[in-house]
């Protein structure tokens, strides 16, 4: 069998990067068969874009304070992201509400990592509202991006315990480590053919995956902590 060529990644950040490493890290073992054309910001200056040039990925800045209007910055974001031609788009902290054009644009190749098991705390400050809301449960969701916010069908999700003693802080260490494992693993799944989105419903090896997968209860243990 002829080995496959790695499947062409942009990936979208605003801030730190950590989730980009960890992809990053995952196409230099092999685990994803893919190649990250260029990672784009929409803020100059941030350590995500550090992180990229210091393997050699190319840069962009669209600075969204720019633009007069969502729509402008949406359509240069669309025109800029076109040109390395991905067939994946990976958003990884990009912290923009993006416009129904956009998103119907790329639907079906488009993915996002989401710090709380959905649909529970869609939106922003998800772990002071999971401690808010006094769960037991809590964790991070990567789904595929539909025009719903935070609200397109979910393929993998992690889950950790709140502690009696847990804050924003500790809470975010816990899930930003199962982000980064889960985030590579459903990319590298992408990359491979073996996870697709139709009509809103996600299918794992042609068949739909009627609730999503838990990292916990994957044959292979991939939660480390
Ligand atoms: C992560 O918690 C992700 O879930 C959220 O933004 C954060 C990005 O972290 N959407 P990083 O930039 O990947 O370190």
């Not at 240069?76 to 119907?104: C, H, S, W």
Request: glycine fraction near 6%; aromatic fraction near 6%; include cysteine.
């Amino acid at each position: 069998m002829s080995k496959q060529s790695p499947l062409p990644i942009v990936v979208l950040i605003s801030g730190n990067g950590s989730n980009l490493q960890a992809i990053i890290d995952a196409i230099h073992s092999g685990d994803i068969t893919g190649e990250i054309k260029a990672v784009i910001s929409n803020r100059a200056g941030v350590y995500g874009l550090e992180r990229a040039q210091r393997h050699g990925i190319p840069v962009e800045v669209i600075d969204h304070t720019q633009f007069d209007s969502r729509e402008k910055f949406d359509a240069e974001l669309m025109q800029r992201i076109e040109v390395y031609k991905p067939e994946l788009v990976v958003l990884a902290g990009f912290m923009r509400i993006l416009t129904d054009n956009f998103i119907r644009h790329f639907e079906g190749r488009m993915l996002n990592i989401h710090p709380s098991l959905l649909p529970n705390f869609r939106g922003l400050n998800t772990h002071q509202r999971a401690l808010d809301a006094g769960v037991d449960y809590h964790g991070c969701s990567v789904h595929f991006v539909t025009s719903k916010l935070d609200g397109g069908p979910v393929i993998i999700q992690s889950k950790i315990s709140v502690l009696d003693n847990d804050d924003v802080e500790s809470l975010t260490t816990r899930v930003v480590h199962q982000e980064h494992i889960i985030y590579p693993l459903a990319v590298s799944w992408y990359c491979t053919g073996r996870i697709k989105m139709n009509n809103n419903q996600v299918y794992m090896d042609n068949k739909p995956l009627m609730q999503a997968i838990m990292a916990d209860e994957l044959p292979i243990k991939v939660t480390a902590k």
